[in-house]
């Protein structure tokens, strides 16, 4: 694999658009949408260069599965040894240690059992974190004023990621990628749920 294909490799899987990875390794000052299209196509289907992005993928693709694995594995033990120790709780089966001053001695030591409130609560505890049942949580329906937020057009990153859910590349899109142009803003207002409702 030559350093233009290493580029386009690097670039491709950077940015996820393999017209404007092409034109970016290749430094391309076409503007043929079609040319581009093409020649991006070959160059993915180079053994060498399919090879090098489907490696890289996978090995990301791995890793985030390692990770995701991980902090599961990690969360459940958690949570697994939270509802231990609720359980012990409830079925009274822990003792805790107390310290105070009695008659007949400085400092007298005993190990108390839960009362039956804490069995309770460790009961109603555990029960959430098992997913028995939901906790009501009041939610307050509050209805603000209306406030102008600045919108600038799509940025590029967003315009990638566009195309590549469409797998769609337009001439127009591609100008916007490989031209700076001026940003506009607009001013778009946010209506609240209950007064867009009202308009209607």
Known sequence: MNQKQHSFVTEY????DKVIAYKIAYQCDST??????SSANRLMKHPEVAKAIEDVQSRIRAQ???????ELRRELLTVQRKRELLAAIATGDISVEQNYKGR??????QFAKPTINQMLKAIDIDSKLAGHYVSNK???DSTQPVKPVENTESTLQNEIADTQELDIMTEERLEHFLSPQE?????????????YRQLE
Request: aromatic share 2%; net charge neutral; glycine share 2%.
């Open 13 to 16: 899987l950077r940015i996820g």
């Open 32 to 37: 043929n949408l079609e040319t581009l299209i």
């Open 64 to 70: 985030v599965e390692y990770e995701l694995k991980q």
């Open 104 to 109: 007949d001695c400085k400092t007298c030591t």
């Open 183 to 195: 940003q506009h803003t607009n001013n778009i207002p946010l209506i609240a749920a209950k007064q």
């Open 138 to 140: 009041n939610v307050h």
